[in-house]
């Protein structure tokens, strides 16, 4: 699992690449949310545009970083997710659980109006 991170208008965005599978980097992406935390940087987006495949463990990682930051007051929104990998969020039906928008200036323009 590969991604980069930056940050828009107030809001964190991890812009994942390839395959969602977990492993290590699921250990550092926990962290870097933790550390996110600490700074009290809790609008987070993750852009799902350019991941061609999601497993369990990829679902987790989004689960555990949506609690996370709920926990500490923010959320989590995805953004720009394949018609694959939205499949699979209506599936197991997290597609009601995570706010989703189809490109990250909707899901940046959606902190805004809160």
């Known amino acids: 699992?590969?991604?980069?991170?930056?940050?828009?208008?107030n809001c964190i965005i991890f812009t994942f690449k390839g395959k969602?599978?977990?492993?290590?980097?699921?250990q550092e992406l926990h962290d870097k949310i933790k550390s996110l935390i600490e700074k009290n940087k809790t609008n987070v987006i993750a852009d799902l545009s350019r991941?061609?495949?999601m497993n369990s463990s990829g679902i987790g990682i989004l689960i555990a970083a949506l609690t996370s930051?709920?926990?500490a007051g923010g959320n989590l929104k995805?953004?720009?997710?394949?018609?694959?990998?939205?499949s699979i969020l209506v599936v197991t039906k997290l597609i009601t659980v995570f706010e989703h928008y189809?490109?990250?200036?909707?899901?940046?323009?959606?902190y805004q109006t809160n």
Request: charged letters at 25%.
């Open 1 to 9: 699992m590969n991604y980069t991170v930056s940050e828009e208008y």
């Open 20 to 26: 969602m599978m977990g492993g290590p980097a699921a």
């Open 51 to 53: 991941v061609n495949f």
């Open 69 to 71: 930051l709920r926990n």
């Open 78 to 86: 995805l953004c720009g997710a394949s018609d694959r990998i939205e």
């Open 102 to 110: 189809k490109s990250i200036k909707e899901a940046v323009d959606s």
